[in-house]
C-alpha cells in the first residue's frame, strides 16, 4: 500500500500511482489520507484545494479522481475501486464528510458550486448480487451517478446507481434516488424520491442568524442565474459515462483524465447538464 498524509511530504514515496498537484497551492490537513492499494491510478488535484478531515483511497487499478479548486474546504471521504473515475467541480461546498463509493467501473460525476449538507451517501453499486429466480440473470446491475451544476442536495440523501440529477435542483432531506432522472430546476423529495415541485431555484445564502427585516429583503430575488434551459450546449450525461467506460482497462487513468478534461473541464458552458421535466 502506498499512502500520503501530505502533499509535501507524500510525493516522492510513490512508485505505482501518481498524484498531480502543486504542494505550495493545495492542502492537506486535519488528519486527512490517501491511500493506493492498486497502481496505475491518478489523483489530480488543482491549485485552489483544501482537503479536511478527508479520506481518499483507491482499493483497485486505473482509476482517476479529480479534485477542482474550492473557495470551500473539501470534507469528502470517497473510495474509489477498479477502472472507475470521481470528478468533483469547482467551488461544491460540504458540510460534514460527503461519503462516495465509485465501483464496479463506474463513475460519480458532481458539476461546479454545488451544496452538499451532511450525512450523504453517493454509490454506484449496492455491492451485492441480486438474480431473477426465473430467469437466474442478474437484476441489479451497477451504474454511474452523474449531479449537474448549482445542486443542493440535503441531510441524509441516499443517490444510488443510475441517478441522473440536473442543473438548479434541489434533494430534500432524507431522499432516496435511484436509477432516476431529476430534473433541472425541481425539488424532489421522499423515499423512493418524487419531484414536489417544478420551477424552482435556490440561493446559497443562509438564514440561520437572520432578523425580520433582514427576512423580508430576501422575500424576492430577481435573477436568472441559476434558472437553467434546453439549449445547444446541454452536454447528454449517458454519452459522458460512455466515454469514460470506452477507456477501459487499456487506457489507463492518464487517458481517463484526458477524457475528463475534454468533457468536464473545458466545458463551461451554463446549460451543459440541463435534464428537462419530460
Keep these: 500500500m502506498e499512502e500520503l498524509t501530505s502533499f509535501v511530504s507524500g510525493l516522492d514515496t510513490l512508485s505505482r500511482n501518481r498524484v498531480i498537484v502543486n504542494a505550495n497551492r493545495s492542502e492537506m490537513k486535519d488528519n486527512s489520507k490517501i491511500s493506493f492499494l492498486g497502481e496505475n491510478n491518478i489523483l489530480y488535484v488543482e491549485d ?24 470551500y474546504t473539501y470534507v469528502v471521504i470517497i473510495d474509489v475501486y477498479h477502472d472507475s473515475t470521481v470528478y468533483i467541480g469547482k467551488d461544491c ?26 450525512g450523504i451517501f453517493i454509490r454506484t453499486a449496492d455491492a451485492h448480487l441480486v438474480y431473477d429466480c426465473i430467469s437466474k440473470t442478474r437484476i441489479n446491475p451497477s451504474a454511474s451517478v452523474f449531479i449537474g451544476d448549482h445542486v443542493w442536495i440535503g441531510q441524509n440523501a441516499l443517490l444510488l446507481k443510475g441517478t441522473k440529477i440536473g442543473s438548479g435542483a434541489i434533494v430534500g432531506g432524507a431522499a432516496c434516488i435511484a436509477n432516476k432522472k431529476i430534473p433541472s430546476n425541481v425539488s424532489a423529495a421522499g423515499n423512493p424520491a418524487r419531484v414536489i415541485r417544478e420551477n424552482v431555484f435556490f440561493l446559497r445564502d443562509s438564514v440561520h442568524k437572520w432578523t425580520e427585516s433582514v427576512s423580508r429583503k430576501h422575500m ?52 451543459r447538464f440541463f435534464l428537462p421535466t419530460n
Design 48 to 71: 485552489g484545494v483544501s482537503l479536511s478531515h478527508s479520506s481518499i483511497k483507491f482499493f483497485g487499478s486505473n482509476s482517476l479522481v479529480y479534485l477542482r479548486r474550492s473557495k
Design 220 to 271: 424576492l430575488a430577481d435573477t436568472e442565474d441559476f434558472v437553467f434551459f434546453d439549449s445547444t450546449d446541454v452536454v447528454d450525461m449517458d454519452n459522458i459515462d460512455t466515454a469514460l467506460k470506452a477507456v477501459g482497462i487499456y487506457g489507463g487513468a492518464e487517458r481517463r483524465k484526458k477524457t475528463v478534461e475534454e468533457l468536464l473541464v473545458s466545458n463551461t458552458c451554463k446549460n
Design 93 to 118: 461546498s460540504f458540510n460534514k464528510a460527503l461519503h462516495m463509493i465509485a465501483s464496479e467501473q463506474q463513475s460519480i460525476v458532481i458539476g461546479d458550486d454545488c451544496l452538499f449538507s451532511f
